[in-house]
């Protein structure tokens, strides 16, 4: 496991929730090649869905950019060994 390795760039989630997105991006991990981004981004995304309902959002990668909405406390931006990781809820219009 690599929890407590993961550095935050951006965040407006609190503490307990991050613990949750960097805990889930580790055992994604563990259990996928570090290069199946899609299946470490569906992993995150699903567990996410499961406890805190549908709508989340997880980009994974080591170069990407974007721009988009979300709904306030559910955004974070983090680095974990050579990924980026994008996690957040959309917002509704």
Do not use: P, R
């Amino acid at each position: 496991m690599l929890e407590g390795k993961a550095m935050v760039k951006e965040t407006d989630m609190g503490e307990k929730m991050q613990s949750k997105a960097m805990a889930c991006a580790s055992q994604a991990l563990d259990l996928y090649d570090v290069s199946d981004c899609i299946s470490i981004a569906a992993h995150i995304k699903k567990e996410f869905d499961k406890e805190y309902g549908t709508g989340w959002q997880c980009v994974v990668g080591s170069n990407f950019g974007c721009f988009f909405t979300h709904k306030q406390g559910t955004f974070i931006y983090f680095a974990l060994e050579k990924l980026n990781f994008l996690i957040f809820k959309g917002a509704s219009s």
